[in-house]
């Protein structure tokens, strides 16, 4: 595992491209291109930790980052995540590991709370989150329509810091330890 790098995004969006076109996971419905990635990638970056797994080859099979949970000044101490692993990648233990590193980092920055909106039903995404200690905290009932079927979206919360009155602003990732440890 390892930081993202600009020429990744390429890889970035191949993995995401399925899940795009052929499920429900994302409400998108157009593939981003290689562009659109690298654009999300820098809009996080120094802010919100984005990391790949790779394989033996050094190949991208898998990503997950973290991005502003709401706008609004208020909820910056809580993060949204997300992760998605190419197929050959999933029930090798490369989502728990990507995932665990990630919110590691985000707890070292000082976050507070860790959010995961799934689609619902999603089994595999629904047990990684249980295993990565979030619970669900809600469910939004049929607000997405994609692939001639309504969807909801579970709401999926992990405490990452004990709450604080009042808190600590979140550091910047280039502050944090865990973050410098991994490999750019």
């Keep these: 595992m390892r930081r993202v790098r600009p020429a990744d995004a390429a890889a ?73 692993l190419a197929a050959s990648a999933q029930g090798r233990g490369t989502g728990a590991a990507l995932y665990g590193l990630l919110l590691d980092i985000l707890a070292a920055q000082g976050f507070v709370h860790a959010i995961g909106a799934l689609t619902l039903p999603n089994p595999g995404s629904v047990a990684l989150h249980r295993r990565m200690g979030f619970a669900e905290t809600g469910v939004y009932e049929q607000v997405g329509y994609k692939l001639g079927q309504w969807a909801s979206v579970g709401l999926f919360q992990k405490s990452l810091n004990p709450l604080a009155d009042p808190p600590a602003e979140p550091l910047a990732l280039e502050m944090v330890p865990a973050w410098k440890a991994v490999s750019c």
């Design 12 to 84: 970035i969006a191949g993995i995401y491209r399925p899940y795009v076109l052929e499920s429900r996971a994302t409400f998108e419905i157009d593939p981003p291109s290689a562009q659109d990635i690298a654009a999300r990638i820098a809009k996080v970056e120094g802010r919100y930790p984005w990391l790949v797994a790779t394989d033996g080859e050094g190949a991208v099979t898998g990503y997950a980052y973290a991005m502003a949970f709401r706008e609004r000044p208020a909820y910056r101490f809580a993060v949204e995540t997300s992760i998605y």
